[in-house]
C-alpha cells in the first residue's frame, strides 16, 4: 500500500496484467528457472510496476509484485525486492515516452546474437511483420559503466543506440545489449511480451536461414508486410479482437 494514501499505487488491471505477462515468460519458452521480467508503466502515478528478484514462475502472485517510482528508483509498495533489472526498465521509460511496457528475457537465440554482438538481421516477412528493420546490438558497456549505476547504464546503450528516439523505439520495439540479452518493449506490459516472444521466434529463423546461406529480401515486400500492420492504411486483424 502507499505510505501516503493507504491504497496501492497501481490500479488492480495494472498489477494482473503485468503478472500475467510475466508468467507467460515460462510458457513462451522464454525462461531458464527465474531468468526474466516484465514491468508495466503507470505514468499519471508516476510508478511502474515489476516481478521481484529470484522468484520462481510457478510461485509468483500478485502480491508479489513491487511498484516503483519513475523518478528516483524508490520501492513505494511491496515487501520483496525488485528485479535486479529494475534501473533498466526505469531507465527506458524515462527516455521514451511511448513505451507503457517493458519485457526482459535471456531467451536461447536472441541471446545468441547478443553474445556474438551482432543484430537480428531481416531475413524475410516474419520479422517484418513486427520489426521496420534489423533488431540491433548496443555497444559494450565501459568498465566505468559497469562499476558505477551498472543496470541503469544497462538501459543508457539501449537509450544510446536509439538516439533517444520514440518514433525508432516504435518501429523498432527491442534492442540486443551486447554479451546479454534481448530487451523489449510496447504500449503496454502484454505487447512488451508478445514483442519478446517475436523476437525470439525471428532469431531462431535468422540463425536458421544464415546457416542454409541467406538472400537479400526485396525491400518492397519487406515493407508491404510492415505497412498492412503498422502503417496509416493498416488493414491486418480486427480491432475489436486485437490485444493491446
Known amino acids: 500500500m502507499s505510505a501516503r494514501t493507504g491504497r496501492s499505487a497501481v490500479s488492480a488491471h495494472l498489477r494482473q496484467e503485468v503478472l500475467d505477462a510475466n508468467l507467460r515468460i515460462p510458457l513462451a519458452g522464454l525462461a531458464t528457472l527465474t ?11 508516476g510508478v511502474f510496476v515489476i516481478k521481484p528478484s529470484g522468484v520462481a514462475y510457478s510461485d509468483l502472485a500478485a502480491e508479489h509484485l513491487v511498484v516503483v517510482a519513475l523518478d528516483d528508483g524508490r520501492v513505494v509498495e511491496g ?12 531507465s527506458l521509460y524515462l527516455a521514451f515516452e511511448s513505451i507503457g511496457g517493458i519485457t526482459h528475457t535471456h531467451s536461447t537465440h536472441a541471446v545468441a546474437f547478443a553474445q556474438a554482438r551482432r543484430s537480428i538481421p531481416v531475413l524475410g516477412t516474419t520479422h517484418a511483420d513486427t520489426f521496420n528493420g534489423p533488431i540491433p546490438v548496443t555497444a559494450d558497456l565501459t568498465s566505468e559503466q559497469c562499476v558505477r549505476d551498472y543496470e541503469y547504464n544497462t538501459g543508457q546503450v539501449i537509450v544510446d543506440l536509439l538516439q533517444g528516439d520514440d518514433a525508432r523505439a516504435g518501429e523498432v520495439p527491442a534492442a540486443l545489449v551486447s554479451h546479454h540479452g534481448p530487451f523489449t518493449w510496447g504500449a503496454s506490459a502484454t505487447a512488451s511480451l508478445e514483442h519478446a516472444i517475436i523476437c525470439e521466434a525471428v532469431a531462431e529463423m535468422a540463425l536458421h536461414t ?3 546461406g541467406s538472400t537479400v529480401p526485396p525491400e518492397h515486400l519487406l515493407e508491404r508486410h510492415y505497412t498492412r500492420k503498422h502503417g496509416p492504411g493498416a488493414y491486418y486483424g480486427n480491432p475489436a479482437r486485437t490485444r493491446p
Request: aromatic share 4%; charged share 30%; glycine share 8%.
Open 35 to 45: 531468468w526474466g521480467n516484465v514491468s508495466g508503466v503507470d505514468r499519471e502515478s
Open 79 to 90: 515487501e520483496l525486492r525488485p528485479s535486479t533489472d529494475t534501473e533498466t526498465h526505469r
Open 210 to 212: 544464415l546457416a542454409l
